[in-house]
């Protein structure tokens, strides 16, 4: 089972409202065997399917879960990095929620997100190639150069970097 496919279990289409018995193929995958792989996963890369969840908006649990986790690892590294680390609690603390929400945020970002989507190629990923379009006569297309064919402009870290430093006093 694809994890791509957990989504669609948990918002379907077309519900089928009928008293008919399903089929009873033996290949095909009930509720009940969708949930128990979740779980199964989830005991085991209990951060992935949090983050995964969340960035499908399947639970708003799942989002603030997926940052709790973010939070410990950040907490865990924070001591080889000489900026954080001389932070004290409190701050320290704040700090690393931020940092933990942002990288969280940039994960969530795709094309569909409002204004994210990329100025030259408009969220598709390829850009017209204006140089080999005017030599062979016809439209050429390449990979956007701005987003490197993803489609989307990824968070600034301008926006991360002002928000922390909102939250260390000055000295």
Request: hydrophobic share 35%; net charge positive.
């Given at each position: 089972?694809?994890?791509?496919?957990?989504?669609?279990?948990?918002?379907?289409?077309?519900?089928?409202?009928?008293?008919?018995?399903?089929?009873?193929?033996?290949?095909?995958?009930?509720?009940?065997?969708?949930?128990?792989?979740?779980g199964?996963?989830?005991?085991?890369?209990g951060?992935?399917?949090?983050?995964?969840?969340?960035?499908?908006?399947?639970?708003?649990?799942?989002?603030?879960?997926?940052?709790?986790?973010?939070?410990?690892?950040a907490?865990?590294?924070?001591?080889?990095?000489?900026?954080?680390?001389?932070?004290?609690?409190?701050?320290?603390?704040?700090?690393?929620?931020?940092?933990?929400?942002?990288?969280?945020?940039?994960?969530?970002?795709?094309?569909?997100?409002?204004?994210?989507?990329?100025?030259?190629?408009?969220?598709?990923?390829?850009?017209?190639?204006?140089?080999?379009?005017?030599?062979?006569?016809?439209?050429?297309?390449?990979?956007?150069?701005?987003?490197?064919?993803?489609?989307y402009?990824?968070?600034?870290?301008?926006?991360?970097?002002?928000?922390?430093?909102?939250?260390i006093?000055?000295?």
């Open positions: 089972m694809r994890l791509e496919s957990v989504a669609k279990f948990h918002s379907p289409k077309s519900p089928m409202m009928s008293d008919s018995p399903r089929a009873t193929a033996s290949d095909s995958l009930s509720g009940t065997d969708v949930m128990a792989a979740m199964m996963a989830q005991s085991q890369a951060f992935g399917m949090a983050a995964f969840c969340g960035k499908h908006e399947l639970s708003q649990n799942d989002k603030q879960k997926a940052i709790n986790y973010l939070m410990q690892f907490h865990k590294v924070s001591g080889k990095y000489r900026g954080v680390a001389k932070l004290e609690g409190n701050t320290k603390a704040k700090v690393l929620q931020v940092l933990a929400t942002f990288a969280y945020a940039d994960y969530c970002r795709s094309a569909a997100t409002p204004g994210a989507r990329c100025r030259d190629c408009h969220g598709t990923g390829r850009a017209v190639d204006i140089s080999k379009t005017e030599l062979w006569g016809r439209v050429v297309e390449k990979e956007c150069g701005r987003c490197k064919g993803v489609g402009s990824r968070m600034p870290a301008s926006a991360a970097y002002r928000a922390v430093t909102m939250l006093p000055e000295r």
